[in-house]
């Protein structure tokens, strides 16, 4: 006979089978073979447990919606990314396509935003350009004034050079003329020249005074002119200074319009900065709506078995409400809780012996797959998992028991 379970190994028993899932459908797997006869006992005290899955969902609505479609039905195979329940997403479909247009505005106003940026900076490069041509033909203009005083410098050095040599021509001339009449007049004294020849000289040193006060007059205005510069020099000089203003204006021009293109690159910026946080905000309202829409898809996380679809069309499911339970029963273990002074005994790896109520009479081997580092809430007993060695055909929620080697500890 098997040994005797006490009160508390059931109750433990008990307390595992409530945390376990819903009990799912039987998988075909090779069957077991006996490895001890039946209605054999491997003796040893044991551990009550129940068969449980590794990997389990229990799915349901994110928000209160009117279910429109039960895809799936109980004991039916599922895998990853299957829709199991659709919930009415109408009213999150107006809102996505609401977003996506409003997306498109945003879109449409940002191009509108960048278009516009693009033709005021290429006006205002336009405008930098023409002021760096005014600038360029005003620094041309400086330099050519600037030689033209040089220039006049020169003409007006070889004018006074000119003006002074006729002036002293003309006083040689002038001399000569004095000298002649001088002369003249002293043999007019005595009668030794005709009154015709002295008239005659004292008419050419009439014209050598003119010509000779001409010629000083001359000179004096090629040294001097309007404020005492050389008439030749002041135009030049004035010609000069006007090309220097010209520079300077030609300067702020440029430096103007490189000022406004800043000016306008500032502002054009923030207009389409705006308009690139709209798209943003636009394009985060088509996530959210988008992220409605897909929540009303109740989709399937793992691969395993609806082990309960509670889930019924016209309802309206409730957060918190489950609409089906996914069980994987590809991967299931056995899980039980042994006593603290039972832990002592049993280490990772090791294997023992099981029975399950769902295979009267067959033993199967387990192994020691895991064991809690923090006690249950009794403060008695250590949940322990097994993994099982042995092909069977298994149900999640059925009970087991595992025998603990012969001479182990003594059972409460």
């Known amino acids: 006979m098997l040994p005797t379970i ?9 307390l595992a089978a409530v945390i376990a899932m819903p009990a799912c459908m039987v998988v075909a797997m090779p069957q077991s073979r006996p490895v001890a006869p039946t209605g054999s006992n491997p003796g040893g005290p044991l551990l009550t447990g129940v068969v449980t899955a590794e990997h389990q969902a229990s799915l ?29 997403d109408s009213d999150m479909r107006s809102q996505l396509l609401s977003a996506r247009a409003a997306v498109r505005a945003a879109k449409s106003q940002e191009a509108k935003a ?44 070889a004018d006074l050079k000119a003006a002074e040599s006729g002036a002293y021509k003309a006083k040689q001339v002038l001399d000569r003329a004095e000298a002649t009449v001088k002369d003249l007049e002293t043999l007019n004294k005595v009668g030794g020249v005709s009154r015709n020849d002295l008239e005659g000289a ?13 010629a000083l007059d001359g000179v004096k205005r090629v040294k001097a002119g309007p404020n005492g510069i050389p008439f030749k020099i002041a ?26 293109r800043d000016s306008i690159a500032r502002v054009a910026d923030q207009d389409v900065n705006s ?6 905000q636009a394009l985060a309202g088509v996530e959210g709506a988008l992220s409605a829409v897909n929540s009303m898809r109740v989709l ?16 309206t499911a409730q957060p918190g409400m489950p609409l089906v339970n996914v069980v994987d029963i590809a991967n299931l273990r056995i899980e ?42 009794d403060q008695r007993s250590i949940k322990v998992r097994f993994k099982i060695l042995t092909p069977v055909a298994l149900r999640a929620g059925i009970s087991a028991r595992i025998y603990l080697p012969t001479g182990g500890s003594a059972q409460p």
């Open 6 to 14: 006490s009160k508390t190994t059931l109750l433990q028993a008990a």
């Open 60 to 88: 349901t609505a994110r928000m209160p919606a009117r279910i429109t479609a039960v895809l799936v039905t109980e004991n039916q195979p599922v895998h990853k990314g299957q829709l199991l329940v659709q919930l009415d």
């Open 114 to 157: 960048a278009a516009g940026k693009d033709g005021l900076l290429l006006k205002a490069d336009a405008d930098i350009l023409t002021a760096t041509g005014t600038l360029t033909e005003a620094r041309h203009k400086q330099a050519q004034a600037e030689t033209g005083v040089l220039a006049a410098v020169a003409e007006n050095s």
């Open 202 to 214: 004292r008419l050419q040193l009439k014209i050598s005074r003119s010509d000779y006060s001409a």
């Open 235 to 260: 135009i030049a000089r004035s010609d000069f200074d006007a090309a220097i203003r010209g520079v300077k204006l030609a300067e702020d021009g440029l430096a103007s319009a490189r000022k406004g």
């Open 275 to 280: 308009a690139h946080a709209t798209t943003l």
């Open 300 to 315: 399937c996380p793992i691969n395993g078995v609806a082990a309960s679809v509670l889930a019924r069309m016209g309802e």
């Open 336 to 377: 039980a809780l042994a006593l603290t002074r039972q832990i002592a005994g049993i280490h990772r790896g090791m294997r023992l012996k099981a029975t399950l109520d769902s295979l009267p009479g067959r033993i199967i081997d387990v192994a020691v797959a895991d064991i809690a580092s923090v006690a249950e809430p």
